[in-house]
T-cell receptor, first 115, second 111 residues
Framework: DAGVTQSPTHLIKTRGQHVTLRCSPISGHKSVSWYQQVLGQGPQFIFQYYEKEERGRGNFPDRFSARQFPNYSSELNVNALLLGDSALYLC??????????????FGSGTRLTVV | KQEVTQIPAALSVPEGENLVLNCSFTDSAIYNLQWFRQDPGKGLTSLLLIQSSQREQTSGRLNASLDKSSGRSTLYIAASQPGDSATYLCAVNNAGNMLTFGGGTRLMVKP
């Protein structure tokens, strides 16, 4: 059974450009969350989506947006890229929103470099 | 606002040693706590999940404990091996829809 899949694995963009990152959750999981991990730090929460609705948002500017599709996959969009957006973007899936016995499963991430 | 701290930030030990990684959190009203392993440039691998009602969880050479009232968790690794070298992250779930991570402990196990 496939785990959480993210694409692309690596991406290089220029300042001011737009980027779209994609995530497919584990089959049967209905919740997808996005995290940003800057080098040397722990991941920071960006968004959670459950049943195609935004259920949580971290302290990130409006340049960051996301959506979840009927098949529960998700996209993270970042507009007007800044050098500081360079990071590893992680997607996590869980069976449902909130607490369960299984926790979160993370994908391998997308490494975004803004030049 | 929940804050999670991990000590030490880095640790280097010889192979075979037993070791303890520490995680502390400021808000004890948590749902659960999850320990992850991260290899350089890679995603997170879940190691152990402890619910708020539990005191500890074990998986192989790993044992994680939780003291919610004091805001602490420890990850105990028995008989460390070079393959255990990685960054270990603890994450607290206290809002139901997000994890708050510590900065991680970077572990190096020398042969």
């Amino acid at each position: 059974d496939a785990g959480v899949t993210q694409s692309p694995t690596h991406l290089i963009k220029t300042r001011g450009q737009h980027v779209t990152l994609r995530c497919s959750p584990i089959s049967g999981h209905k919740s997808v969350s996005w995290y940003q991990q800057v080098l040397g730090q722990g991941p920071q929460f960006i968004f959670q989506y459950y049943e195609k609705e935004e259920r949580g948002r971290g302290n990130f500017p409006d340049r960051f947006s996301a959506r979840q599709f009927p098949n529960y996959s998700s996209e993270l969009n970042v507009n007007a890229l800044l050098l500081g957006d360079s990071a590893l973007y992680l997607c996590a899936s869980s069976f449902r929103q909130g607490v369960d016995n299984y926790g979160y499963t993370f994908g391998s991430g997308t490494r975004l470099t803004v030049v | 606002k929940q804050e999670v701290t991990q000590i030490p930030a880095a640790l280097s030990v010889p192979e075979g040693e037993n070791l303890v990684l520490n995680c502390s959190f400021t808000d004890s009203a948590i749902y659960n706590l999850q320990w992850f392993r991260q290899d350089p440039g890679k995603g997170l691998t879940s190691l152990l999940l402890i619910q708020s009602s539990q005191r500890e969880q074990t998986s192989g050479r790993l044992n994680a404990s939780l003291d919610k009232s004091s805001g602490r968790s420890t990850l105990y690794i028995a008989a460390s091996q070079p393959g255990d070298s990685a960054t270990y992250l603890c994450a607290v779930n206290n809002a139901g829809n997000m994890l708050t991570f510590g900065g991680g402990t970077r572990l190096m196990v020398k042969p």
